[in-house]
């Protein structure tokens, strides 16, 4: 039998790298956006979760509005700066302030 870490358990920094690096890999990789978006979602719901149960409803829809806002942010970054520097740059303010405000404890 397969079992979830307990969500006060679980590092969020960590999948918010993965929703947002994996998904936007994932799509460019298979060609299917829809994939990466599944990626995105699945780290991003994972995280929510924690932050969810770690920090409350607040800190929680902040995380992840953020979270949200570096996925689409990183289209019209990409214009200016290139995609995976877009993607690293938004990745790196999301998972940053995940560890700053949930996982730091």
Do not use: N
Not at 6 to 28: C, E, I, S, Y
Not at 39 to 44: F, P, S, W
Not at 52 to 59: D, F, I, Q, R
Not at 62 to 76: E, T, V
């Amino acid at each position: 039998m397969t079992t979830i870490t307990p969500a006060k358990d679980v590092q969020t920094a960590p999948l918010v790298a993965l929703g947002l690096l994996g998904g936007f890999a994932t799509a460019r990789e298979s060609g299917v956006r829809m994939l990466g978006g599944v990626v995105l979602g699945a780290a991003g719901a994972f995280a929510g979760r924690t932050w969810l149960a770690k920090e409350g409803p607040a800190t929680a829809g902040a995380l992840s509005a953020l979270y949200l806002a570096g996925f689409g942010l990183s289209h019209p970054l990409a214009k200016k700066i290139g995609a995976w520097p877009s993607v690293f740059a938004v990745t790196a303010v999301s998972a940053a302030a995940s560890y700053w405000f949930c996982d730091r404890d």
